[in-house]
């Protein structure tokens, strides 16, 4: 039987991918802010606002999976645009901690924002498609985590209080969130969350 010329199914859904973070990349160019922050510069703003407790500073190089030097000079610079305040651990003074000003803030909040065509994208989307894609999305994540080729993340799959497939009689909400002690489905699960509490180790 002839298929359907093309690359294969991991190739195509690798390469739509690539091209979705393009447009999400490009989205995020045509707005660069008053702050003009480098990528790296966002993503320190976001890491940061995602737990606004004083984080160390070696806690972001292992988060963004960078080197010392590289976070060191973003910081610098996200210090001079007064978004980011630095002071010495009061648990060990040899290290440093980091905390986001209410400008930092602020810019973080903008920077999580959806671009108008994005979201629009988005929301094309049946909610069955969407719960399908944030399965498979949480899916991939977990297991580039486990095999360290990226950073761990603050999701439902890495968390304490996930409990899968906790409620099989209801197909719409099978899940359930210690925390919030709530049932929920997959189009409720979360690639980020402030209360997330990493899973014992198998």
């Known amino acids: 039987m002839p298929s359907v010329p093309g690359l294969p199914p991991t190739e195509q859904l690798v390469t739509g ?18 702050y ?10 976001s ?12 806690e972001v190089v292992r988060a963004l999976a960078s080197t010392a030097p590289t ?15 630095r002071e010495r651990d009061a648990l060990d003074s040899r ?6 000003t209410p400008a930092g803030v602020a810019e973080a909040e903008r920077l999580t924002g959806v671009s ?3 979201r629009a994208a988005i929301s094309a989307l049946a909610p069955d498609d969407l719960a399908a894609m944030l399965r498979g999305t949480t899916t991939i994540i977990r297991e580039l ?13 890495t968390c304490r209080f996930f409990a899968p497939d906790a409620h099989p009689e209801d197909p719409a909400r099978p899940h359930h969130c210690l925390f919030a002690d709530a049932p929920f489905g997959d189009a409720e699960l979360r690639v980020t969350c402030s209360d997330h509490e990493p899973a014992p180790t198998p």
């Open 17 to 34: 991918l690539a091209r979705l973070g393009q447009a999400i990349r490009i989205g995020a160019r045509r707005d660069p802010g008053p």
């Open 71 to 85: 976070i060191s000079d973003a910081v610098r610079t996200l210090l001079a645009k007064e978004l980011v305040e």
């Open 95 to 100: 290290a440093v901690v980091l905390t986001l």
């Open 36 to 45: 003009a922050l480098s990528e790296l510069q966002g993503d320190i703003v």
């Open 116 to 118: 108008p065509d994005v």
């Open 145 to 157: 985590q486990d095999r360290r080729a990226i950073p761990v993340t603050r999701m439902c799959l």
């Open 47 to 58: 890491f940061l606002a995602g737990d606004l407790r004083p984080r160390r500073q070696s």
